[in-house]
């Protein structure tokens, strides 16, 4: 008989994106964590790989947690740098102790099905950006959603 094998989880990449997933008229969906009841927040998650894309990411973790597969998905040439909340160190590699998270704006028109992830979310609210950013428990979340009516002008724009 050959002795148990022990699969251990790999450590997580201090590497994320953050997608403010928002309608055109800037109602944004804000979901609650499943480990942390009354925490609220945008789409994040790690990248699988180093190498993964970060758009390919932005996607797989909206795919994962919301079941939401359409919409336009742009990269808003942000990246936020914090420290990671001494609760979740444990899911990196001893001595991480931040993480660089690049920030998404995903367009879904209003009235789009949401199916949550239920390891994930207990429950998701659609709300105008403001009440939004309001809710947010990360300030780099926070941040991102007041800043969606700003980006969206500048796509308007063509810049």
Not at 80 to 98: D, F, K, L, M, S
Request: charged fraction near 20%; hydrophobic fraction near 40%.
């Amino acid at each position: 008989m050959q002795a148990a094998e022990t699969f251990s989880k790999p450590y997580k990449i201090p590497e994320s994106v953050l997608v403010v997933i928002h309608t055109p008229d800037l109602q944004v969906l804000m979901m609650e964590r499943a480990d942390r009841p009354g925490y609220w927040q945008c789409v994040t998650g790690s990248l699988d790989t180093p190498d993964e894309p970060l758009a390919q990411t932005a996607r797989r973790e909206v795919a994962e947690e919301t079941g939401i597969a359409a919409g336009v998905l742009r990269d808003w040439g942000l990246a936020n740098v914090y420290e990671i909340y001494p609760v979740w160190r444990h899911r990196y590699a001893p001595g991480v102790t931040h993480n660089t998270e690049h920030v998404f704006g995903l367009t879904v028109p209003a009235g789009t099905k949401v199916r949550l992830a239920p390891r994930e979310h207990l429950q998701y609210r659609w709300l105008p950006w403001r009440e939004a950013a309001d809710l947010c428990f990360s300030p780099s979340n926070a941040e991102a959603v007041l800043q969606l009516p700003r980006f969206l002008a500048q796509q308007e724009e063509g810049t």
